[in-house]
């Protein structure tokens, strides 16, 4: 598995040379989730910052929180990778505790001395996450304990939640909002949810999935649809966030359609906390920060 990874990551090609049999990919999941039960407390795990950037002003207004796995031996092991596994088994409840804390208690603490002002917080929530009967408590718990004033927190939620118990959903989106935080429907278009669930839901923020992103200056198809897109949020008073901006063509028609924020390597890629620190200190325009070193 983790070798197909790197094979299909690692450039065209390579797919074939390194394929393992089923068997093998089997091995290597279990030894990756075994590992990854230790990884939590072993330190291993560490949140890198995306920037999120006010479109027209270029400036940043928060961060997305991206998981990390600093492996020992294998290196950096992407999210994509680990957290199906810890989906499937569980853990991610656990990780995700951890990573909410830590998202939480690193706002609160930019919250107080930033340059750059009220800065928001992003945090990825995952279907079995969002299901367990504590996410409420510890998302208050940590939002207490640190201070965060709770508006300034966006739990990132899929569309892929709509598909499960439509009525506890409901309810427990009704008590996150009761706390004060904001809802993101992240990767938006990519799902299967009816478009009737951003009026049945207090959802504030809609995040266009990359792969719209990817075509908004290339292709007229592409282009369309993220103009849909970017109207629908306008009149359903609705936040829109384009993913994955790569480029200043892409910016450009991004602005064109009002699109008020923007994420993506462009602008930069997900920061260490220390490197987000510098970035603040630079300034407003996150393109002028093109000497921090950016780790991948
Ligand atoms: P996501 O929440 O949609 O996060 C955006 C992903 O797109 C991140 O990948 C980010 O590094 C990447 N990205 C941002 N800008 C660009 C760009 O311009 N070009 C390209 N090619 N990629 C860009 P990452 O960090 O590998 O995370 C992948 C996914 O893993 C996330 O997608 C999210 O679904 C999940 N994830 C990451 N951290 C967490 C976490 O703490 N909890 C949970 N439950 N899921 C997480
Ligand atoms: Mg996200
Ligand atoms: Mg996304
Ligand atoms: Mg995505």
């Given at each position: 598995?983790?070798?197909m990874?790197?094979?299909?990551?690692?450039?065209?090609?390579?797919?074939?040379?390194?394929?393992?049999?089923?068997?093998?990919?089997?091995?290597?999941?279990?030894?990756?989730?075994?590992?990854?039960?230790?990884?939590?407390?072993?330190?291993?795990l560490?949140?890198?910052?995306q920037?999120?950037?006010?479109?027209?002003?270029?400036?940043?207004?928060?961060?997305?929180?991206?998981?990390?796995?600093?492996?020992?031996?294998?290196?950096?092991v992407?999210?994509?990778?680990?957290?199906?596994?810890?989906?499937?088994?569980?853990?991610?409840?656990?990780?995700?505790?951890?990573?909410?804390?830590?998202?939480?208690?690193?706002?609160?603490?930019?919250?107080?001395?930033?340059?750059?002002?009220?800065?928001?917080m992003?945090?990825?929530?995952?279907v079995?996450?969002?299901?367990?009967?504590?996410l409420?408590?510890?998302?208050?718990?940590?939002?207490?304990?640190?201070?965060?004033?709770?508006?300034l927190?966006?739990?990132?939620?899929?569309?892929?939640?709509?598909?499960?118990?439509?009525?506890?959903?409901?309810?427990?989106?009704?008590?996150?909002?009761?706390?004060?935080?904001?809802l993101?429907?992240?990767?938006?278009?990519?799902?299967?949810?009816?478009?009737?669930?951003?009026?049945?839901?207090?959802i504030?923020?809609?995040?266009?999935?990359?792969?719209?992103?990817?075509?908004?200056?290339?292709?007229?198809?592409?282009?369309a649809?993220?103009?849909?897109?970017?109207?629908?949020?306008?009149?359903?008073?609705?936040?829109?966030?384009?993913?994955?901006?790569?480029?200043?063509?892409?910016?450009?028609?991004?602005?064109?359609l009002?699109?008020?924020?923007g994420?993506?390597?462009?602008?930069?890629?997900?920061l260490?906390?220390?490197d987000?620190?510098?970035?603040m200190l630079?300034?407003?325009?996150?393109?002028?920060?093109?000497?921090?070193?950016?780790?991948?």
């Amino acid at each position: 598995d983790l070798a197909m990874y790197r094979a299909k990551t690692g450039g065209k090609g390579r797919l074939e040379v390194f394929q393992p049999s089923h068997h093998t990919a089997m091995l290597q999941r279990d030894a990756v989730r075994a590992e990854l039960s230790g990884a939590l407390d072993a330190g291993q795990l560490q949140l890198h910052y995306q920037p999120i950037v006010d479109i027209p002003t270029q400036r940043v207004i928060g961060f997305e929180a991206l998981l990390r796995w600093r492996h020992p031996e294998r290196g950096l092991v992407s999210p994509l990778e680990f957290i199906p596994l810890a989906e499937e088994n569980g853990l991610i409840v656990p990780i995700g505790r951890w990573v909410l804390q830590e998202a939480i208690r690193q706002a609160a603490e930019w919250q107080n001395r930033s340059p750059l002002g009220r800065l928001r917080m992003s945090v990825n929530v995952s279907v079995r996450q969002f299901q367990h009967p504590d996410l409420v408590h510890d998302v208050a718990d940590a939002l207490a304990r640190s201070g965060l004033e709770p508006s300034l927190l966006t739990l990132e939620i899929t569309e892929s939640l709509f598909a499960q118990d439509i009525e506890a959903t409901s309810r427990k989106i009704g008590l996150l909002k009761d706390l004060g935080v904001r809802l993101a429907l992240d990767d938006f278009g990519t799902g299967y949810s009816s478009l009737s669930y951003l009026r049945r839901f207090p959802i504030d923020t809609l995040k266009i999935d990359k792969s719209f992103i990817d075509g908004v200056a290339t292709s007229l198809e592409g282009h369309a649809l993220v103009a849909a897109i970017t109207q629908l949020g306008q009149n359903l008073h609705l936040e829109v966030v384009a993913e994955g901006l790569e480029d200043g063509d892409q910016l450009q028609a991004l602005r064109a359609l009002d699109c008020p924020l923007g994420q993506g390597y462009h602008f930069s890629r997900p920061l260490s906390a220390g490197d987000a620190v510098k970035l603040m200190l630079i300034g407003k325009k996150p393109a002028a920060a093109a000497g921090i070193p950016v780790p991948v």
